[in-house]
């Protein structure tokens, strides 16, 4: 079973400008989670999925993040303008449905502000 | 306070020894504990789930929750160089799919 794909694995930008990720969870996963792991935390979850509807945003920031995840299946998130303190590790996560409760993990996109 | 507070360590052992590894949360509302281990540039992965209070095991692994003091471990037997990883506690509410609350998590050296 092919696990949770992310790309890019690392990027680099200026403050102010804007920036993308993509994330294609485990095939049939229904809930997707993007989560922000700031060096020397754990994750924080900034958005969490079911299908293609919002369950939890309540941690994003609408000013400037942005997601979505037309179809069911890959999701985007997206940054604009970038401030410094965006520098952090993106993670997705997939789950499946019924009784497996296990999130798996993506690789993470390393995003630098400069 | 923090919801859920870990000891980001570093911590050092060598190999063979027994190795302890501690959060503690303030929510009482927390009904599912997990342990998740990540290796450098790598993503978490789960390791060890428990729902409410007691113990579970699982080859050198061992996880521990006890609800009446808000606190939760995870012990490593025979610790090997391939221990060598950040250490993850990470809590839920229920089990239909809300987002996990995370510790700092702990990073772990296992010398040879």
């Known amino acids: 079973e092919a696990g949770v794909a992310q790309s890019p694995r690392y990027k680099i930008i200026e403050k102010r400008q804007s920036v993308a990720f993509w994330c294609n969870p485990i095939?049939?996963?229904?809930?997707l989670y993007w989560y922000q792991q700031i060096l020397g935390q754990g994750p924080k979850l900034l958005i969490q999925?079911?299908?293609?509807?919002?369950?939890?945003d309540s941690q994003l920031p609408k000013d400037r993040f942005s997601a979505e995840r037309l179809k069911g299946v890959d999701s985007t998130l997206k940054i604009q303008p970038a401030k410094l303190e965006d520098s952090a590790v993106y993670l997705c996560a997939s789950r499946g449905t019924g009784g497996n409760y296990e999130q798996y993990f993506g690789p993470g996109t390393r995003l630098t502000v400069t | 306070q923090k919801e859920v507070e870990q000891d980001p360590g570093p911590l050092s052992v060598p190999e063979g020894a027994i190795v302890s590894l501690n959060c503690t949360y303030s929510n009482s509302a927390f009904q599912y504990f997990m342990w998740y281990r990540q290796y450098s540039r790598k993503g978490p992965e789960l390791l060890m789930y428990t729902y409410s209070s007691g113990n579970k095991e699982d080859g050198r692994f061992t996880a521990q929750v006890d609800k009446s003091s808000k606190y939760i471990s995870l012990f490593i037997r025979d610790s090997q160089p391939s221990d060598s990883a950040t250490y993850l506690c990470a809590m839920s509410y229920n089990q239909a799919g809300t987002a996990l609350i995370f510790g700092k998590g702990t990073t772990l050296s296992v010398s040879s």
């Open positions: 999925f079911q299908n293609n509807g919002v369950v939890d």
């Open positions: 095939s049939g996963h229904a809930t």
